[in-house]
């Protein structure tokens, strides 16, 4: 009796192990059948295992077992293949890593069946809600693009990286996830972000919210905060002994104090009610983009800025770039070193002998009153005109790059036609003189080897070229 009792019992057991999975949805049966790119590999590295290991068309609940991890994620170009149920996932129970972007499941997606779960892409469905408290294991939990409203972050506490951009959600605890090292949660409804219990945080991203309150307290990790787009009046950036870029561009803010961050490469600062900004201890600064603001004066001499955006600044009446360090422009990139447009009541800009070829590309004089500056004490006029005394004519000019004979052509040279050829640190080296030719031919060879800017002067125009000496 015994032994029928056990030889049923293993025939049962049996019957349910290899019990056929019921999957309504065709193409969540199609991409699971595919195997390879579907299902992790052995070692977790790679999706390339095969689920139906018998080969007969069909999940058993031991396949599903074996697996653990799966990626589902589609092109949002075809949604042909889209998974709209995911009825039948919930045998795969061993599953450490979920895949699914690009879908189209909806409603609730509860997560905790799968307790060993260390990684969640879900970004780019229709869902409604996340359930996820109490994986310990979690570490990468990503669920942009969808319309969820809140999320309970409880028992979190291995998570590393949060993103859930373009959702619904107003709040957010993080005070049980405290090795959170990124967090990109853009557009969304956040109004208050406490980020103070985050010692390991390196990244925080969360423009487009609503955010009047951003706390920091200490986070000596940190590196970068994008916070563009909110209703932040005031913050309070102190102990951010890492932080290299900060953008807080489209806030409320009439005053900061960036002197507390001097290891700062990058900052915008762009469309404040910004007044003033004190720079003299940000001697690592490299770009500054402080447009559309009320400030009276930008004086970068103490930094290391080769890049500066000022422009539409209506009471800005003097910038200081003069730091020893040269910028230079490159128009065929569209890479230009300083943008100072629309400010009406600029009167003076001071910078580094060599730099005042950069304004030529920028409508820096729009009064007429500018002077323009260089000298350690910014006490030597520079040899600067406006932008509107250059023309835009195009000129022939070849070989360039040039070793010796260049040559320049264009049908509107005219009579008295002077050239002036100038190193890339400002400085004339070379000035040329025609009466009456519409190609004219120079010899570089005694130039050294660089970049190089000719001024052409021709009737009432004058042009500028770039040539690379070889």
């Given amino acids: 009796m015994k032994r029928i009792y056990l030889f049923s019992f293993t025939v049962l057991y049996i019957s349910c192990f290899s019990q056929t999975i019921e999957i309504p949805d065709l193409n969540f049966k199609a991409k699971l059948l595919s195997g390879y790119n579907t299902s992790l590999s052995t070692e977790g590295n790679i999706y390339n295992n095969n689920i139906d290991t018998n080969n007969n068309g069909e999940i058993e609940v031991n396949e599903a077992l074996a697996v653990t991890g799966l990626k589902l994620s589609t092109s949002p170009a075809n949604t042909n293949g889209d998974i709209y149920s995911f009825e039948g996932i919930e045998y795969f129970t061993n599953l450490k890593r979920l895949l699914f972007v690009g879908n189209q499941i909806s409603g609730t997606f509860d997560a905790t069946i799968f307790p060993n779960l260390i990684e969640l892409n879900c970004s780019g469905n229709n869902l409604t809600g996340l359930t996820v408290n109490g994986l310990n294991q979690l570490t990468t939990l990503k669920f942009h693009d969808n319309e969820i409203s809140e999320l309970n972050t409880e028992g979190l506490e291995s998570l590393e990286t949060l993103f859930f951009r373009s959702n619904n959600i107003s709040s957010i605890a993080l005070n049980n996830s405290i090795h959170l090292k990124e967090i990109y949660i853009d557009f969304n409804n956040i109004t208050t972000l406490d980020l103070s219990i985050l010692q390991e945080l390196e990244s925080i991203s969360c423009s487009g919210n609503d955010i ?39 806030n409320l803010l009439s005053q ?10 990058t900052l915008e600062i762009n469309s404040n ?27 970068c001499s103490n930094t290391s800025v080769s890049i500066l955006n000022a422009s539409n600044n209506p009471y800005l009446t003097f910038i200081n770039i003069n730091n020893n360090i040269v ?10 070193a300083f943008n100072f447009e629309n400010l009406p009541e ?14 030529v590309f920028t409508d820096y004089n729009m009064n007429e009153n500018v002077i323009v500056y260089t000298g350690e004490n910014c006490d030597v006029i520079a040899p600067a ?10 000129y022939k000019l070849y070989p360039n790059p040039v070793s010796s004979i260049l040559n320049i ?5 005219s009579e008295n036609t002077k050239l002036e050829i100038y190193n890339s640190l400002g400085q004339l080296v070379k000035v040329f003189q025609y009466s009456d030719s ?33």
């Fill in 212 to 250: 009047n309150q951003l706390l920091f307290n200490n986070n000596p990790a940190l590196t970068y905060i994008s916070a563009s787009g909110n209703k932040i009046e005031t913050i309070d950036l102190t102990g951010l002994s890492s932080l290299n870029y900060l953008n807080l561009s489209s």
């Fill in 385 to 394: 005109a406006s932008i509107n005394d250059y023309d835009k004519i195009e």
């Fill in 327 to 336: 910028s230079y422009s490159d128009p065929d990139l569209l890479y230009y």
């Fill in 438 to 470: 519409d190609y004219i031919q120079i010899n570089v060879s005694d130039l050294q080897a660089g970049t190089y800017i000719i001024k052409i002067y021709n009737s009432k125009n004058v042009s500028l070229l770039k040539i690379l000496k070889i």
């Fill in 256 to 265: 900061i104090s960036v002197n507390v961050i001097p290891q700062l490469t």
């Fill in 273 to 299: 009610p910004l007044e003033q900004i004190d720079l003299q201890n940000n001697t690592s600064l490299e770009y500054l983009f402080i447009v559309n603001t009320l400030i009276t004066a930008v004086d």
């Fill in 409 to 413: 052509e264009n049908t509107s040279l």
């Fill in 346 to 359: 600029l009167t003076s800009i001071c910078l580094d002998l060599g730099e005042q070829n950069n304004l």
